[in-house]
């Protein structure tokens, strides 16, 4: 696609709640990113996927947050038992390999846990 | 570890003044910088990356190895350069991951 999408562009969960976060990232770039987005925190590194290496899941702050490529194409994030301080807007990220290009941003997915 | 720092959280300017956004990093190996950009209700988007060595929209930014910064710097600010700038810098051996700043809203006032 022309860029990348990101679906839902907003979703509204009740605590202890399992979401799934969709990533559709540009054709032909092999490396996708998911960062988290929270008021006064910046941009928060969550897991990165490069071809068919196994992911680097370093930043993923719990193990109710997972995530999968399939096919090397598209993401998904899921955040299992959601809870309040999950509340954030998750961003997905795709480049070309080794991020020589920089990333190219989808538009985001707001979370809200009530 | 690695850090990338941006040492204000809002900076307000008037339109003609000049601007600078700081951002100062700790990295061991050889970095990579850029500058990325969200205007108000628009999508993260890459600004200007240090390799480059170019110009975007009037904002120049330069590696400074000795003092590890990279400044975001514009002689004369506009009302539309009023948004969201985030310092990252590249783990090039990681890949490529990104490690952001906490950003810096710039506020250009008429």
């Known amino acids: 696609g022309a860029g990348v999408s990101q679906s839902p562009s907003n979703k509204v969960t009740e605590k202890g709640k399992d979401v799934e976060l969709r990533c559709d990232p540009i054709?032909?770039?092999?490396?996708l990113y998911w960062y988290r987005q929270s008021l006064g925190q910046g941009l928060e590194f969550l897991i990165y996927?490069?071809?068919?290496?196994?992911?680097?899941k370093s930043g993923l702050p719990s193990d109710r947050f997972s995530a999968e490529r399939t096919g090397g194409s598209v993401s998904t994030l899921t955040i299992q038992r959601t809870q309040q301080e999950d509340s954030a807007v998750y961003l997905c990220?795709?480049?070309?390999?080794?991020?020589?290009?920089?990333?190219?941003f989808g538009s985001g997915t707001r979370l809200t846990v009530v | 570890a690695q850090r990338v720092t941006q040492p204000e959280k809002l900076l307000s300017v008037f339109k003609g003044a000049p601007v600078e956004l700081k951002c100062n990093y700790s990295?061991?190996?050889?970095?990579?910088l850029f500058w990325y950009v969200q205007y108000s209700r628009q999508r993260l988007q890459l600004l200007l990356r240090?390799?480059s060595r170019e110009s975007i929209k009037g904002f120049t930014a330069d590696l400074n190895k000795g003092e590890t910064s990279f400044h975001l710097k514009k002689p004369f600010a506009q009302e539309e350069d009023s948004a969201m700038y985030y310092c990252?810098?590249?783990?090039?051996?990681?890949?490529?991951?990104?490690?952001f700043g906490q950003g810096t809203e710039l506020s250009v006032k008429p």
């Open positions: 990220a795709s480049s070309l390999a080794r991020g020589r290009g920089g990333y190219t």
């Open positions: 996927f490069q071809g068919n290496s196994a992911p680097d």
């Open positions: 054709s032909g770039h092999t490396a």
């Open positions: 990295y061991s190996g050889s970095p990579e």
């Open positions: 990252a810098l590249s783990e090039h051996n990681q890949g490529g991951k990104l490690i």
């Open positions: 240090h390799i």
